[in-house]
């Protein structure tokens, strides 16, 4: 029995596809998990300044009292 060529490349074809898929998707899951840690730094420096921001308010207010 003879391997039907259209068939072999067909498979050859969808495995090729399948490798491309493969990648593609890797290179996406990858830039998510990049963006995921450049959200957690962002989440960390807005916290930062959020704290930076709590002590200017209180030593303005203590400024304030002060008059």
Do not use: C, Y
């Not at 995921?36 to 960390?44: E, Q, S, W």
């Not at 420096?45 to 303005?60: F, N, P, T």
Request: charged share 30%; hydrophobic share 40%.
């Amino acid at each position: 029995m003879k391997d039907d060529p259209k068939t072999f490349a067909d498979t050859q074809s969808m495995a090729a596809m399948d490798d491309h898929e493969t990648q593609r998707l890797s290179n996406l899951t990858e830039q998510d998990i990049q963006m995921g840690h450049g959200l957690d730094k962002i989440a960390t420096s807005l916290d930062l300044i959020r704290l930076e921001m709590q002590g200017i308010r209180a030593v303005l207010e203590a400024l304030v009292s002060k008059r």
